[in-house]
Nanobody, 114 residues
Framework: QVQLVESGGELVQPGGSLRLSCTTS????????MGWYRQVPGKQRELVAR???????SYADSVEGRFTISRDNAKNTVYLQINNLRPEDTAVYYC????????WGQGTQVTVSS
């Protein structure tokens, strides 16, 4: 079973930056489209960024211009650079293949607060 392991979340002040990482055990990671999702309690998981195997990217309107998704196929890793963090970015962030695999990682908590 493919594993997804997210890391990099922490408590940051508004306006700060973070880089999240997600490493997968998938042997054909390089051909996958990957996405970053986020979820707050009581709400549905939201897709905020995606990157194709050819590194084409797209973003949710709410994060456009502040979030940057990238990938390193040699490391089986996808990244999410988050700049100018806002309190409403507080969530658990998950990476996932598109279409989704059957299992999700544990996510990484991002908390934006002064």
């Amino acid at each position: 079973q493919v594993q997804l392991v997210e890391s990099g979340g922490e408590l940051v002040q508004p306006g700060g930056s973070l880089r999240l990482s997600c490493t997968t055990s998938g042997s054909i990671f390089n051909i996958w489209t990957m996405g970053w999702y986020r979820q707050v309690p009581g709400k549905q998981r939201e897709l905020v960024a995606r990157i194709t195997s050819g590194s084409r990217t797209s973003y949710a309107d709410s994060v456009e211009g502040r979030f940057t998704i990238s990938r390193d196929n040699a490391k089986n890793t996808v990244y999410l650079q988050i700049n100018n963090l806002r309190p409403e970015d507080t969530a658990v962030y998950y990476c996932q293949r598109l279409p989704n695999l059957n299992s999700w990682g544990q996510g990484t908590q991002v908390t934006v607060s002064s």
